[in-house]
């Protein structure tokens, strides 16, 4: 009987400890997955705060332009007023 119940709590101890070795491989592997996502993430924010930088100064570059053509046609609307 005694022999029994110790073959019985060594089976549960062994049933126990491939349950959480199993589930430490799944929470590893989901850790490694998130992981991997973060930085594929944090690769393309910087892609896209490049990109970003890249038009705001373009955009500043054709704002620029667009006002000296705006003070061209001016000057030019006024001379032809004259």
Do not use: G, P, V
Not at 50 to 57: E, Y
């Amino acid at each position: 009987m005694r022999n029994s119940l110790s073959c019985l709590a060594i089976h549960n101890i062994l049933n126990f400890s491939a349950e959480a070795q199993n589930q430490l491989a799944t929470a590893t592997e989901k850790e490694r997955i998130a992981s991997e996502n973060a930085m594929e993430s944090s690769s393309r924010i910087n892609i896209l705060d490049t990109q970003l930088s890249s038009l705001k100064q373009e955009k500043s570059k054709l704002t620029a332009e667009l006002e000296m053509c705006k003070i061209k046609l001016s000057t030019l609307q006024d001379e032809r007023n004259r």
